[in-house]
Antibody
Framework: QIQLVQSGPELKKPGESVKISCKASGYTFTDYAMHWVKQAPGKGLKWMGW????????TYADDFKGRFVFSLEASASTANLQISNLKNEDTATYFC???????????WGQGGSVTVSS | DIQMTQSPASLSASLGETVSIECLAS??????LAWYQQKSGKSPQLLIYAASRLQDGVPSRFSGSGSGTRYSLKISGMQPEDEADYFCQQSYKYPLTFGSGTKLEIK
């Protein structure tokens, strides 16, 4: 079955960096784009952007340009999200999401939690 | 950006009751609308796509309808396991945008 398994919770200080991984299984990794969605505590869902898993080209939403980097380890069917120069407002759960050919988010990771606190 | 206005923000329903949640897009989205259910502490799960198509494995008490700018999710016969947050999302145009969510509780 299709699974997206994300890395565990992270506690970081402001200014540090964090990397969240998302390992896919149960399908051909390069056949589907991978999107990223942020959910701050008690808040709604915000689309961050996506990465073409065939070419490796990332596309970022305006609010996530600069400190956020999407990358791949295609041989390991893994997508990564790296956030640098962490700020308190980056405290959130970050979901990787498979995007199918019908333009639908049809499979979600369990979420990678990041807490930024001094 | 396309704004998705979702209502109500919260809703309380009795078991067996039929409930509806609405999303209004700031421009036409040509049925490129999905609904997700998120239970407490879990990741969202796809319920409905293309405005009215039921995702495999989703109970038939869930249904979606709408066109143009107005869309709705209906739950026909509230069950205990339906207590959750619900979000709409448009994929007609980038950036993809979500509604602000509806918290559905059992009365």
């Amino acid at each position: 079955q299709i699974q997206l398994v994300q890395s565990g919770p992270e506690l970081k200080k402001p200014g540090e960096s964090v990397k969240i991984s998302c390992k896919a299984s149960g399908y051909t990794f390069t056949d589907y784009a991978m999107h990223w969605v942020k959910q701050a505590p008690g808040k709604g869902l915000k689309w961050m952007g996506w990465i073409n898993t065939y070419t490796g080209k990332p596309t970022y939403a305006d609010d996530f340009k600069g400190r956020f980097v999407f990358s791949l380890e295609a041989s390991a069917s893994t997508a990564n999200l790296q956030i640098s120069n962490l700020k308190n407002e980056d405290t959130a759960t970050y979901f990787c999401v498979r995007f199918n050919s019908g333009y639908v988010m049809d499979a979600w990771g369990q979420g990678g939690s990041v807490t930024v606190s001094s | 950006d396309i704004q998705m206005t979702q209502s109500p923000a919260s809703l309380s329903a009795s078991l067996g009751e039929t409930v509806s949640i609405e999303c209004l897009a700031s421009e036409g989205i040509s049925n490129d609308l999905a609904w997700y259910q998120q239970k407490s502490g879990k990741s969202p799960q796809l319920l409905i796509y293309a405005a009215s198509r039921l995702q495999d494995g989703v109970p038939s008490r869930f249904s979606g309808s709408g066109s143009g700018t107005r869309y709705s999710l209906k739950i026909s016969g509230m069950q205990p396991e339906d207590e959750a947050d619900y979000f709409c999302q448009q994929s007609y145009k980038y950036p993809l945008t979500f509604g602000s969510g509806t918290k559905l509780e059992i009365k």
